[in-house]
């Protein structure tokens, strides 16, 4: 079984939507991460979470929301979705030694479409 | 600001080459840095990090090369496969330590 886990693994929707991509990992990791890919622009860093009481935004956190619900549970939330939402979706998780941040390792991602 | 730089244009190479990646950066002073292979719609995957004060690290047919004078890793693949085939990322720390920030990647395409 895969160590991160993503759903739904496609997602349509429409324009104002309410969608959530949910995130679960078995690594037994700390540290959880939203990124979105677009092409030509690489992979950015929506929000991170290095523990259950600890959420933080990322480069580009606005028009998302997130919940860490266990240390094994991070989701993603667009409260009302717009075409430029439309991206590729990566959770990942880390297990740094010390303050050092180490491997990253991700899942397999959320395809999302908004209409 | 911060940048990761990484070749945009597609690498081609003959199967059996050495492929030779490059990761440029300003503004980061970073304690060490990764290397990710991304297949088609899929998630990244951890290939090699290299600490600041390391100058090369090998795995495998893999080879990392990090010069922090320069501010540039190299990244090779000797004796290339078409299954070696993908885009690599290379991602470095935040000085807080906090997070990646990753390139664009490089496509690599190896023929036979």
Request: hydrophobic share 30%.
């Amino acid at each position: 079984d895969a160590d991160v886990t993503q759903t739904p693994r496609n997602r349509i929707t429409k324009t104002g939507k309410r969608i959530m991509l949910e995130c679960s990992q078995t690594k037994g990791h700390d540290r959880m991460y939203w990124y979105r890919q677009d092409p030509g622009l690489g992979l950015r860093l929506i929000y991170y979470s290095f523990d259950v009481k600890d959420i933080n935004k990322g480069e580009i956190s606005d028009g998302y929301s997130v919940s860490r619900q266990a240390q094994a549970k991070f989701s993603l939330s667009l409260e009302s979705a717009i075409p430029n939402q439309t991206a590729l979706y990566f959770c990942a998780t880390s297990a740094p030694e010390g303050n050092i941040q180490e491997t990253q390792y991700f899942g397999p991602g959320t395809r999302l479409l908004v209409l | 600001s911060q940048k990761i730089e990484q070749n945009s244009e597609a690498l081609n190479i003959q199967e059996g080459k050495t492929a030779t990646l490059t990761c440029n950066y300003t503004n980061y002073s970073p304690a060490y840095l990764q290397w990710y292979r991304q297949d088609p719609g899929r998630g990244p995957v951890f290939l090699l990090l290299i600490r600041e004060n390391e100058k090369e690290k090998r795995k495998e047919r893999l080879k990392v090369t990090f010069d922090t004078t320069l501010k540039q890793s190299l990244f090779h693949i000797t004796a290339s496969q078409p299954a070696d085939s993908a885009t690599y990322l290379c991602a470095l720390d935040e000085n807080s330590g906090y997070a990646l920030n990753f390139g664009k990647g490089t496509s690599l395409l190896v023929t036979p």
